[in-house]
């Protein structure tokens, strides 16, 4: 944007806080302000400064994941469909009525990047579309019960075996690129950025035993297959070649 903006001969401002840009914004003659992904509450007296107020674009389907984050959230949740919406902002957390929705089913195997690249390219062409009917459109309020996104935490996506493969394998998910699910294994953390769940019924194991050949992780329900791991300090890589380079022919390796 600052990009484009720059091209374009547009003054732009990069305040730290929203409060120190209402006297320009009032002054720039704008009619409608546009968030994406600000991450601060914006006071009313910007709210205010531009004749139409601000819209902004959310990724999720209102009011399920108001908050910081609704992708990973609605992944590790399980949520099998999620979506985009432009609502109008308010001085609460997402609560502001909505001008237009779009759904989008998330994919089975598909990561937090993945999923949220999606929702930019379709929620970017429905801000493109919306934006020039605000003036004219009443946004409808958002209807159902709030549930809230709050900020990820790196302990948060640390792989507790004792939960079940599928949980797990959300976990990975949504924590791909970013903080990324991870364990302590032969004293190193690794992160996991690709799992898939299997029922495992020819596996013994107790939780928590990572066995090679196959990268399988025993779980307090069904087996989790790793398929791509990164060793802190190198590159992210295959878990079955991550593990043979440990020289044994068979492995079984406790993770923490």
């Not at 070649?241 to 044994?248: D, H, I, M, T």
Request: glycine share 10%; charged share 25%.
């Amino acid at each position: 944007m600052k990009q484009a903006a720059t091209e374009l001969g547009l003054d732009v401002l990069t305040p730290e806080r929203a409060r120190e840009v209402i006297e320009p914004v009032r002054a720039s003659g704008a009619e409608l302000g546009v968030v994406v992904a600000f991450g601060q509450l914006l006071p009313d007296a910007l709210l205010d400064a531009v004749p139409h107020g601000f819209v902004n674009l959310h990724f999720s389907l209102l009011p399920r994941w108001r908050g910081a984050a609704p992708v990973e959230r609605a992944i590790l949740a399980g949520d099998r469909e999620t979506g985009v919406c432009v609502m109008e902002l308010e001085s609460g957390l997402d609560t502001g009525p909505v001008y237009a929705t779009e759904r989008v089913r998330i994919g089975d195997d598909e990561t937090a990047g993945e999923l949220r690249a999606r929702l930019i390219e379709r929620g970017t062409a429905l801000l493109v579309r919306t934006v020039p009917m605000v003036p004219e459109w009443t946004p409808a309020p958002q209807v159902g019960e709030p549930t809230y996104a709050s900020k990820l935490t790196v302990e948060e996506f640390h792989l507790d075996p004792a939960q079940s493969a599928v949980e797990l394998t959300r976990v990975v998910r949504a924590g791909n690129p970013r903080p990324g699910a991870w364990a302590t294994v032969d004293g190193k953390r690794v992160k996991v950025l690709r799992a898939r769940p299997v029922d495992g019924a020819d596996l013994d194991e107790a939780p928590g035993v990572l066995t090679w050949p196959g990268a399988t992780l025993a779980t307090g329900t069904g087996h989790l297959v790793l398929e791509e791991v990164q060793v802190e300090g190198k590159r992210p890589m295959a878990a079955d070649a991550w593990l043979a380079g440990f020289g044994r022919r068979h492995l079984s390796l406790p993770i923490a």
